[in-house]
């Protein structure tokens, strides 16, 4: 095995808040899913076997490895186990996410096929996926359930979705343009190249953190590094992440999150299979289905994105420019914001929250009380968030203590 060594290493540690849904009275349960989604798209993993003898390599020539790898093109199978903690988020998820489609769709909902809301649901449970890329204009993903398939393709100015259990398109073109006039390659949640990938991953590796490496990995038959990633604070909820790293190409190819509370880990996903050859063409075509229903993306905007528009507009006018307010640094980070109108959490009395989301909101929810006033702390492994009762917003990958602690502060 490789000696331990370990290096300091300094970057720029970039904390995005979680994506703010249509249904802005759901938005902290949502914001939580929505995070965890992000965080499992970051880097493929998968349990490793045997610890093959490599030469010896610093933490600082294994991320420089990852940053020079020019591999774009690979094809294989992954699997993703996530547990934040939290109830099922099969069915409760669903009720956050079908009230933001009929907020944001004028009462009409949207495409079951709609990759901003399926994906989520990947932030619980353990997950078969297929995926495949060849350089940054062609990628796809398939969720593989046991009686149905869901696929995101995208190739070139073209998106396309397809639910096979409900027999559902979605379509986008225009390079995928998204809500309020941004352009994307893709939607959120759609897997890049591995340099991209394992770039968004050490973004945290700043002067908050230790980096070093802890000896070698057998991953999907392929030789590997083990990179870790420590917090140096107080006050995180990350325990550490090991990224194992093909000896060969600098590709990540395992990502394990540990919390710092410990246990089982929070994320754990990896490639059972991979290939670095280039995929069959094939992968990236579609065509819809006969007797598909296709919703157009540019449909959909027209249809759902003015409420949309009117909630940013009102989380601008809450904020000056819309942007949170970044308390802290490193992996203590907390963002900061305000509910629209300083809208508070809605109660059981309220008659626009399903039963079955607001059973989500009481098995989540901490009462807490200071110098702020009052809130409700949502409580996952990895992700917590206070809103006060004055619709103040606090989120981070941080402790009780700590949120509670930003609240008074602020």
Do not use: C
């Amino acid at each position: 095995m490789a000696p331990n060594d370990s290096a300091e290493t300094n970057g720029t540690a970039v904390r995005r808040p979680a994506g703010r849904r249509k249904a802005v009275r759901y938005i902290v349960p949502v914001a939580v899913a929505g995070v965890a989604a992000a965080t499992i798209g970051l880097v493929p993993a998968l349990a490793s076997s045997g610890d093959p003898d490599l030469p010896k390599i610093t933490a600082q020539e294994l991320i420089e490895k990852i940053a020079a790898s020019d591999t774009e093109q690979f094809s294989g199978t992954v699997k993703i186990s996530t547990d934040l903690g939290i109830p099922s988020m099969g069915g409760l998820a669903g009720s956050f996410l079908s009230g933001a489609a009929e907020d944001g769709d004028g009462g009409k909902g949207g495409s079951s096929a709609d990759p901003q809301s399926k994906l989520t649901e990947l932030a619980s449970g353990t997950h078969t996926l297929r995926v495949a890329a060849d350089g940054p204009d062609k990628q796809r993903l398939s969720v593989l359930d046991q009686a149905s398939e869901y696929s995101l393709i995208h190739n070139g100015d073209e998106v396309w979705a397809y639910d096979s259990g409900s027999n559902a398109v979605y379509h986008a073109d225009g390079k995928g343009k998204a809500p309020h006039g941004k352009e994307q390659a893709a939607p959120e949640g759609v897997p890049t190249t591995p340099k991209a990938l394992a770039e968004e991953a050490l973004k945290a590796a700043d002067g908050t953190t230790s980096v070093s490496v802890d000896g070698t990995a057998r991953v999907a038959g392929r030789d590997a590094y083990r990179l870790v990633l420590k917090p140096e604070q107080k006050g995180s909820t990350v325990g550490s992440i090991t990224v194992a790293v093909d000896a060969e190409n600098g590709v990540p190819l395992k990502f394990t999150l540990q919390p710092s509370s410990g246990g089982k880990a929070v994320v754990d996903a990896g490639f059972t299979s991979v290939d670095f050859g280039k995929p069959a063409a094939s992968s990236f075509a579609f065509t819809p289905p006969k007797g598909a229903k296709v919703t157009e993306a540019d449909d959909a905007k027209a249809e759902g994105h003015e409420k949309s528009r009117g909630d940013l507009g009102k989380f601008k006018a809450a904020e000056g420019e819309g942007a949170p307010k970044i308390i802290g640094k490193g992996w203590n980070s907390i963002a900061e914001f305000k509910t629209p109108g300083g809208a508070a959490l809605p109660s059981e009395a309220s008659k626009d929250v399903p039963a079955e989301a607001q059973q989500f909101l009481d098995a989540l929810g901490d009462k807490v009380s200071g110098k702020f006033g009052s809130g409700t702390v949502f409580k996952t492994r990895l992700i917590n968030a206070l809103m006060t009762d004055d619709g103040r917003v606090y989120v981070g990958a941080v402790t009780k203590d700590a949120l509670v602690a930003a609240a008074n502060a602020g």
